[in-house]
């Protein structure tokens, strides 16, 4: 096939701007399309060479195109700067000074789309040293041999500025109507290209073998199933009404998405929006290969950070450390992190995405083995509006966002590259943040894992009731201390250590170690909330809850010029919720 058959069809579909004249071009290009390239054609209109997931990309530097036009027109450098700076189109600028070559040069090879596609996955590929050079020859190569709208559109792939406006649902029409026996088919390519995110491969599949072939696309290991997403709600009442009556619930980590790949030996990991991100996560790499015991797997986790030391989870923004190309392993070290799974698309030959949730849940708990570190999404089944509530208050406690709520009826199957009403999410709506800090008690404290083995890994603090001359715990924590704190704490600790919780204390969490409250610790937290858990203003905001403070962190502080009784009261942390609130409100 010619490019310039392409370079055309690109041509009419710049002029227009309406999407049925588009489609009608698109569906022209396809059908005089030769099937065993449909894939490229497709990927070509779509300004790649592959599908997005393949981490492979032309990315052509200006300079360096303006470099292979003056090579391959004969033009000086400047000359085609010059004319950049009046016009801003690379492609324009490709078209014109090719077009005045033309007029002197006789011979020339007319360029195929094999050729063309075929040398921009060459310098796609090209890397090292001479990468560079390489690739400006190859571009060399083809400006050459181009006629001059070819030398426009294949400028304007290589930089990056095809940018046709052909929408994925629109090639998806085009196919339909060419080769899918109609439009109103759509609907069974758009799954096939939901459950592959490829595409070529499903406009190669429908050009080959029709409507059947579509129909019968099964997902395949390595290729990203887009995500299912969830709808939201804002009580336990309307989500379990919607629901039927039922659901399973699950704690919504807060954290990154992964969809995790495997076949044999070999993982890889998607992200939310399809791009490979294994390079990010050697450590979730690792433990996947670890504990799926299945052979091929399409799993899928949040991948939350940790505090290595206390397993508390860190929230989402402790993830960017790992948004780096370079000093991973570092990063690793500092940010670790804990996988929690919460879906199984496909498992040993078996494509599970039509199946329902319950079913795919069961196959997820049978893929993997859990371990510290990769666990199953924490849920329960429920059909009660408290309970739900509670567990809600749970999950934030824990340091989530909230809880995904998920069908488990017949149908519940993974809409994949669908926000639907089978999942919904339960967040609370807001996000504040904690200015002041606060002086807690120190009542108890838990052993600490890892570096923090012989050591304490976190404390229960507590919070002054006067009313009751009570300590009421308010949060756990084990950030901000520094190696030396935590080697010196057990040892002035030791004195107030006693064998069981002192009688005022009130706490629901059974702490390692108890102490009598006498010492006071500074902390800052990221806000306050309302907890099942913590006794600190039990049933003052809301009945059967108490508050929390969420992500505490010790600022360094020892308040040794406070005594227990000093501490922030709770009446004072019920202000700081109700002022939190109020600030919501406001803004
Ligand atoms: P948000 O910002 O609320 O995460 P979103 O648009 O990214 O919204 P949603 O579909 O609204 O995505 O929420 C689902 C997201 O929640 C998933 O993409 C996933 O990253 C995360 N998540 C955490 N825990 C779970 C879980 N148990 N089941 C499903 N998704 C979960």
Redesign the pocket.
């Known amino acids: 096939m010619k490019y310039v058959v392409i370079a055309e069809a690109y041509e009419k579909i710049e002029a227009t701007t309406k999407r049925l004249e588009m489609t009608d071009l698109l569906v022209g290009l396809l059908e005089n399309t030769p099937k065993k390239i449909i894939d490229k054609v497709v990927y070509l209109t779509q300004g790649k060479i592959h599908p997005d997931f393949v981490d492979l990309e032309i990315g052509i530097a200006e300079k360096l195109a303006i470099k292979a036009l003056a090579r391959a027109s004969g033009i000086k450098e400047s000359e085609i700067e010059e004319n950049l700076k009046k016009t801003g189109d690379i492609g324009e600028a490709a078209q014109k000074f090719i077009a005045d070559k033309r007029q002197v040069t006789f011979f020339q090879q007319s360029l195929t789309v094999q050729r063309v596609y075929g040398t921009l996955d060459k310098m796609a590929k090209a890397s090292g040293s001479g990468a560079v050079d390489l690739k400006m020859a190859l571009l060399a190569g083809l400006l050459a041999d181009a006629a001059p709208k070819e030398a426009k559109y294949i400028m304007r792939t290589v930089t990056g500025n095809l940018r046709l406006g052909i929408a994925d649902m629109t090639v998806l029409d085009a196919l339909a109507t060419a080769y899918g026996g109609g439009k109103e088919n759509r609907g069974y390519l758009e799954r096939a290209y939901n459950v592959s995110s490829d595409l070529g491969r499903v406009a190669r599949i429908v050009a080959e073998k029709g409507l059947e072939g579509v129909k019968k696309f099964e997902i395949s290991v390595g290729e990203p199933v887009r995500?299912m997403?969830?709808e939201?709600l804002s009580s336990p009442e309307e989500i379990l009404e919607k629901l039927g009556g039922k659901c399973i619930a699950?704690?919504?980590?807060?954290?990154?998405?992964i969809q995790a790949h495997k076949k044999g030996g070999e993982v890889a990991l998607f992200s939310?929006r399809l791009e490979n991100i294994s390079g990010q996560y050697p450590d979730a790499v690792k433990l996947l290969k670890k504990y799926v015991q299945a052979k091929d797997a399409i799993l899928?986790a949040?991948c939350v950070a940790v505090d290595p030391d206390t397993g508390e989870m860190k929230p989402f923004q402790e993830l960017m450390h790992r948004r780096r190309k370079y000093g991973i392993e570092k990063a690793m070290e500092e940010y670790p992190v804990s996988l929690?799974m919460?879906?199984a698309l496909y498992v040993d030959g078996k494509d599970l995405t039509l199946r329902p949730y319950p079913v795919r849940r069961r196959a997820l708990e049978e893929a993997i083995e859990e371990s510290d570190r990769l666990k199953i999404?924490k849920y329960m089944v429920t059909g009660d509006v408290k309970e739900l509530e509670k567990f809600f208050l749970e999950a934030i406690e824990d340091g989530c966002?909230g809880l995904?709520c998920?069908s488990v009826a017949e149908d519940s199957v993974y809409q994949a590259g669908a926000?639907g009403w089978l999942?919904i999410?339960y967040?609370r709506d807001y996000k504040s943040e904690m200015t002041d800090t606060v002086d807690l008690v120190l009542v108890g404290a838990f052993h600490g894992r890892g570096k923090r083995a012989g050591t304490y890994g976190a404390f229960l603090l507590a919070a002054y009731n006067p009313d009751n001359d009570a300590f009421e715990t308010v949060t756990k924590c084990g950030t901000g201390f520094t190696d030396e704190d935590l080697a010196k704490l057990p040892r002035i600790m030791k004195k107030h250590a006693i064998p069981h919780k002192h009688s005022r204390v009130q706490s629901m969490v059974e702490a390692d170690v108890w102490f009598e409250p006498a010492t006071v610790i500074e902390v800052l937290g990221a806000e306050i909330t309302l907890s099942p858990i913590h006794t600190c203003a039990m049933n003052n905001v809301r009945k059967g809850s108490g508050l929390a403070i969420r992500f505490p962190r010790f600022t360094g502080n020892y308040r040794l010029d406070k005594s227990a009784e000093d501490a922030t009261t709770t009446m004072e942390i019920v202000e700081m919720y109700r002022n939190q609130l109020k600030r919501i409100s406001e803004s």
């Open positions: 995500p997403l969830c939201r699950e704690y919504k980590y807060d954290g990154e998405r939310r899928e949040e929690f919460f879906d999404a966002e995904v998920k926000r999942w999410k967040k």
